[in-house]
């Protein structure tokens, strides 16, 4: 195979790999001794015997110039699970609180005894009991089995880790009847984990290595639909297919015409992609002024952040709404296994979580665990885990991230590229942010520790509790805050300081510590002003690019037998319409 590639990837210069076989014929099993012919005029291999007779054919052979990674290549990484041995078990006891069906379960009846039965079976459900859980819970175990509702569960899960930073939240993927007794009761147990048959493993996310499917070819006229077209990655993604020739149908709830007219050719439709009905009339409008739809990039989405401990099921279902729903209809109205492609935007809070986003990271999880279904049922389906672009989209008007870099516009189009070159199941396209020069944690610690007693008299106020009983190691959600008063603190600061700040800032960093610590980090001149702190000489660079969280102040030691709620949730419909 070698030496077919290199004749037909550049007369015998350089290095390829094979990636497609069109077919495969066996006529007979090889004896103790044959050859193999290469026919680059063919693209086919055969083994032979002695007497030249084919035994093995592979006939349409393709190959790829290996070559250095381009440097798009640095944004794509992939979820992975690595193996990892099993953990001892524990030898103290526990008191548990089982809600719903847990396979295997039996087991560990015979070591510990359940507190309560509640079957709890959907994700609106999982969003009731983090509005219930009780601070002196320790423990939460979210058990998901594989497939989009499962994984939207443990998107959920993933969220409210960083909400309840004393809450120790763990998510157990369970396939084929695995057992789950072992893992409960170990005396170190991950924080995520996937228990199937044939072992144990956890994630992690791995950089692009080139081992992809064949490219997506965007022919010139093919038919592409855009649904979240006329929104900020949408459009930009639009204007990507445009480029390479393709025809293409714009969907939104509302015709922005003066965007439309920037992409030449587009049509232009108002519906809301989650009815049926309407998205069924579009497709035959499509079809019949322009021609089969070939290609889709299902791009529809909205947010409505706030603390998971106030989020009305209301707003879950809006925001599940345009991506599951409407993905689920354009199964329906299409038939997606003769698309050439199938392209979902989703966006990294899917990965990690979002404090204030627990409900975008539900809806973008089970996007992305959907197109690995439709992959290995041999649909042409990819989900692309945005990190955040720049003034685009959901992030206009939000400020960069604290932590990512930012996409321009023009590189989110070349990333798209990349992606329909190197296509796979799932892509987390970002990269983390740069750390900067200086850490306040050195480099400005006076000025820090001054903004803390700033930040503390002014969060004492706000919640009229004495300044003493402000930790500034607490999570804001446990002192109390909510969702206005963290929109009020920021806009103070803003006015006082005469800066911007992200809006999920009190999010990403729920505590004062960490606040003051980004404050000075990223606006340092504008804190100084403010309390009046001298500044201090630059501290060496840290090698991190995100903060450690910091420890939970002292809270009343538990019961003994600390409780452990495992919330159990059986296969199921997602229910997202009333």
């Not at 290995?376 to 989209?393: H, N, Q």
Request: one cysteine or more; aromatic letters at 4%.
């Amino acid at each position: 195979l070698q030496i077919l590639g290199a004749i037909a990837v550049g007369g015998g210069s350089g290095l390829s790999v094979p990636f497609e076989i069109r077919e495969v014929l066996v006529h007979a099993l090889p004896g103790s001794s044959a050859r193999a012919v290469a026919r680059a005029a063919s693209s086919s291999v055969a083994l032979v015997d002695d007497a030249g007779r084919a035994l093995v054919e592979l006939r349409g052979v393709a190959f790829r110039p290996l070559v250095p990674a381009a440097p798009e290549a640095a944004w794509f990484h992939r979820r992975a699970w690595r193996a990892a041995p099993a953990r001892p078990t524990a030898e103290r006891k526990r008191v548990w609180a089982v809600l719903g069906a847990v396979p295997g379960l039996g087991e560990l009846h015979a070591v510990e005894s359940a507190e309560a039965l509640v079957d709890r079976r959907d994700l609106p459900s999982l969003f009731e009991l983090a509005r219930e859980l009780p601070a002196s819970l320790r423990e939460l175990w979210v058990v998901a089995e594989k497939g989009p509702e499962g994984a939207a569960r443990a998107a959920v899960a993933r969220t409210l880790s960083r909400a309840r930073p004393a809450l120790a939240v763990r998510v157990v993927a369970i396939e084929d009847g695995a057992d789950l007794a072992g893992e409960l009761l170990a005396t170190e147990p991950a924080d995520e984990v996937r228990l199937t048959a044939s072992g144990r493993f956890v994630p992690e996310l791995a950089a692009f290595d080139g081992a992809v499917a064949p490219p997506i070819r965007v022919a010139p006229g093919m038919v592409v639909l855009v649904t979240g077209g006329f929104g900020g990655v949408g459009l930009e993604l639009a204007r990507a297919l445009a480029d390479r020739g393709a025809k293409l149908a714009l969907v939104g709830r509302t015709v922005h015409e003066d965007r439309l007219a920037a992409i030449p050719g587009a049509l232009g439709f108002a519906a809301d992609v989650a009815d049926e009905p309407a998205m069924a009339r579009v497709v035959r409008e499509v079809e019949e002024r322009l021609g089969p739809v070939a290609g889709v990039v299902h791009a529809a989405g909205v947010l409505r952040d706030g603390p998971l401990a106030t989020k009305s099921l209301e707003d879950v279902r809006a925001v599940l709404r345009p991506k599951v729903e409407g993905a689920r209809v354009l199964e329906r109205v299409l038939d997606v296994r003769r698309l050439s492609f199938l392209v979902y935007t989703t966006s990294v809070a899917g990965l990690a979580g979002v404090h204030g986003q627990a409900d975008y990271a539900a809806a973008n999880a089970w996007i992305d665990a959907r197109a690995e279904e439709l992959r290995t049922a041999c649909v042409p389906a990819m989900s692309l885990a945005w990190g955040p672009w720049v003034e685009t989209g959901m992030t206009r008007g939000r400020g960069a991230s604290a932590l990512l870099e930012s996409i321009p516009p023009e590189l989110g189009r070349r990333l798209f590229g990349f992606a329909l070159e190197h296509p796979a199941a799932t892509w987390a396209v970002f990269q983390p942010r740069k750390p900067a020069a200086a850490s306040p944690a050195e480099g400005a610690r006076p000025l820090a520790k001054a903004l803390e007693r700033h930040l503390v008299a002014k969060l004492a106020a706000a919640l009229h509790l004495p300044a003493e009983h402000v930790d500034p190691r607490t999570n804001f959600m446990e002192l109390g805050f909510d969702s206005i008063m963290a929109v009020r603190i920021r806009s103070e600061l803003e006015k006082e300081a005469g800066v911007t700040l992200e809006p999920t800032l009190l999010f990403e960093r729920p505590t004062i510590v960490q606040l003051s610590e980004h404050l000075v980090l990223h606006h340092r001149a504008a804190f100084e002003r403010l309390v009046g702190a001298p500044p201090e000489a630059p501290a060496p660079r840290l090698e991190v690019a995100r903060p450690a969280p910091s420890p939970p102040p002292p809270r009343e030691a538990p019961r003994a037998a600390g409780g452990v709620a495992i919330v159990v949730t059986p296969a199921g419909g997602l229910d997202v319409v009333d």
